[in-house]
């Protein structure tokens, strides 16, 4: 027969951290969901400001001569017909670059002015993979 002593000193010892880190953790929890939920806040303020500002500087957003504004940007339609190449380096060289269609309403801006347009997709690098002027592939929805 074995007898097991236990210490009910050291039991109690047990019982008492263990009651101070669930404490201690409650405390913890409650200023992390309280820190998280200011964040939160801060976060949706900010939000609502930069829309604020963006869509105050789309209003104030003005298109040189013989550009078109849609939305926050403007768009140039060459009457010159020119290859790919040559548009890109002519947009390039204003400081500019073919156009990453960004919406369903801004292809149908685009397709309005009935005329061929290089937008800037291709897939030269890869056939049949499809990229941006900027790099970003091609997603479909």
């Known amino acids: ?13 047990s019982e008492d ?4 880190l669930s404490q201690s953790f409650s405390l913890y929890k ?9 964040l939160q806040t801060r976060y949706n303020n900010l939000t ?16 040189s001569d013989g550009w078109k504004k849609f939305e926050c940007s403007c768009y140039f339609i060459s009457t010159e017909e020119k290859t790919l190449e040559k ?3 002519d947009c390039l060289e204003g400081g500019t670059d073919l156009v990453i269609i960004n919406s369903k309403e ?4 685009l397709f309005h002015f009935k005329k061929r347009v290089w937008i800037g997709l291709t897939d030269r690098e890869t056939e049949e993979t499809w990229k941006w002027v900027d790099g970003t592939p091609l997603t479909t929805e």
Do not use: P
């Open 1 to 13: 027969m074995c007898l097991y002593f236990i210490d009910n000193r050291a039991i109690k010892d």
């Open 17 to 20: 951290k263990t009651i101070n």
């Open 30 to 38: 409650t200023n992390t969901t309280a820190e998280r939920d200011q």
């Open 48 to 63: 609502t400001e930069r829309d604020r500002l963006q869509n105050l500087l789309c209003e104030k957003t003005c298109c």
């Open 87 to 89: 548009s890109r380096q």
């Open 106 to 109: 801004e292809q149908e801006f």
